[in-house]
């Protein structure tokens, strides 16, 4: 069965900051895909403005260089490229010069049925001076939308004096702060599972659940990105990504599958999270660096070496686990196990909801003890939902238990493509849907839970434990789980995987 596709209204779609990497390789591949699906055609416009002096020619030369290397090539068809890169165009232009605003004045159209959105690819110190032109230039409607990459801060008074600037400008129901998590087909799913279903929601509370974990690692490195220095683990995964995920998780039912009544129950578990400061901040957080590996030829630079030299003895975590908990009926007693890093053993996202041991067992005779099922929720790679139950191996002379997964495989249920997730974030702009956007109220909740921790690492004496690279992170990390009796889900443990 294919999915039914609902072409949106004519669109404006102003991308500031037009010639970095973001665009190149996520939102023309991604529009590329929605344009080959037939959801919008060449009565839209895509509108490139960055400080570089390209032209028309150009924008469209590097949108089907991103076309050719990003999207799969059973996808791309020329006669298809070219229609689509009729699309765009190119306006050279210093955002902070205000003398240099009236080329892209004469490319917005002022047809009222022709959506106009700006999307802010560039460094959030010029969000503010961005949006301040608008207004003043009067490419402002009260219909437009404004989207904001991450990072939205470094902190919450960082985080509310950008937002403060967006706000003079445009309201809240206008601005979509973006995270692509959010956008991921598995993690929409998660509300299916949950609220489409009357199998889990009896059991989805402290009662039958023991724990919960969500890893989201990678197996690159940080690389030379100067951003990740200034960011590193907590800040630039925790804060959005991981939370967003331990909101849709923990939160309760909402009336209804609008936007707000949503982001409501998401900003209530934020709230509710315990906080972690001074002490416990050591107790219940480990942090980590890379080191390198050399094996055989092949070598990995550690995080050190990576770095320039004026940044060398950096402290900046490329590891972070912790222990988060919520405090709420539902949830009280139940620990939420986070970890997330760079270099590690494999490139994986996952939830796991691990339910509580059965009460009592009656097979006394029986090989193999009987495990507590198990729930997986597969984001990236091969996205799909696990569950492990315990049933008789077959066959005779006596019982013999055996744990296996209940195995619903995207890839193998439905036969097609599974969209990244900027392909339904970008047309959700377009649409006017700000469900898997983050609201204001929600940002700053979760600010206010990470400051302290960053704040009591910023004050201790001792730097991030170091790993090595390929591995699963710092020893403490597996310390942290396993006192409370408990271990990381990996790979490894899934039979038949």
């Known amino acids: 069965m294919s999915s039914r596709i609902i072409p949106v209204s004519p669109f404006d779609y102003v991308v500031f900051g037009a010639t970095g990497d973001l665009t190149r390789r996520k ?164 509300l299916a599972l949950r609220f489409a279903n009357t199998l889990f929601e009896p059991i989805w509370n402290s009662a039958h659940i023991d724990h919960v974990q969500i890893t989201v690692a990678e197996s690159i490195g940080a690389g030379t990105r100067g951003y990740y220095d200034e960011s590193g683990a907590l800040r630039d995964m925790i804060q959005n990504h991981i939370l967003q995920l331990l909101c849709l998780v923990a ?63 950096s402290h900046t975590e490329t590891f972070v686990a912790l222990k988060a908990e919520v405090k709420n009926w539902r949830w009280a007693g139940v620990p939420f196990y986070i970890r997330t890093g760079k270099r590690l053993a494999q490139r994986v996202s996952e939830i796991v909801i691990q339910f509580r041991a059965i009460p009592h067992s009656i097979f006394a005779h029986a090989v193999g003890a009987p495990n507590p099922n198990k729930l997986v929720i597969r984001l990236q790679p091969d996205e799909g939902v696990k569950m492990f139950l315990m049933i008789k191996d077959p066959g005779p002379g006596g019982l013999r238990l055996r744990e296996v997964p209940l195995n619903l495989s995207f890839a193998d249920t439905f ?19 700000q469900t898997l956007f983050m609201r204001r109220d929600e940002l700053e909740a979760a600010w206010a839970w990470i400051d302290p921790i960053r704040q009591a690492w910023d004050e201790a004496a001792e730097g991030p434990q170091t790993y090595t690279a390929g591995t699963w992170g710092p020893t403490g990390a597996i310390a942290l789980i396993e006192r409370d009796g408990r271990t990381w889900h990996e790979e490894s443990d899934d039979p038949l995987a």
């Not at 982001?263 to 906080?275: H, S």
């Not at 942090?287 to 004026?310: F, H, I």
């Open 251 to 313: 939160m309760e039912p909402p009336a209804s599958d609008e936007a707000n009544a949503l982001r409501d129950e998401k900003l209530k578990v934020l709230r509710a999270l315990k906080p972690i400061a001074g002490e416990a901040v050591h107790k219940t957080s480990v942090r980590g660096q890379y080191r390198g590996v050399t094996s055989g030829d092949a070598s990995v630079a550690s995080y050190q070496d990576e770095l320039p030299e004026e940044k060398k003895g």
């Open 27 to 190: 939102l023309i591949p991604a529009l590329y895909y929605r344009f080959a699906d037939g959801q919008f055609d060449e009565q839209s416009r895509i509108i490139g403005v960055s400080r570089t002096k390209w032209d028309d020619r150009k924008f469209r030369a590097v949108a089907r260089e991103a076309v050719g290397e990003f999207v799969k090539k059973d996808h791309q068809d020329k006669k298809l490229l070219e229609r689509f890169v009729s699309c765009f165009s190119y306006i050279p232009n210093d955002v902070t010069d205000p003398k240099g605003w009236a080329e892209l004045r004469a490319s917005l159209r002022d047809d009222e049925n022709v959506v106009r959105a700006f999307y802010l690819a560039v460094a959030p110190n010029i969000f503010g001076p961005i949006c301040n032109y608008l207004d003043k230039k009067k490419y402002w409607r009260a219909d437009a939308r404004v989207v904001l990459e991450k990072p939205l801060g470094h902190d919450l008074a960082s985080s509310r004096q950008i937002n403060d600037a967006v706000a003079e400008v445009f309201s809240e129901d206008q601005v979509y702060r973006i995270d692509h998590y959010l956008g991921k087909e598995t993690v929409q799913n998660l």
């Open 415 to 433: 036969a097609t493509r599974t969209p990244e997730a900027y392909e339904r974030l970008l047309l959700d702009v377009v649409r006017g849907n």
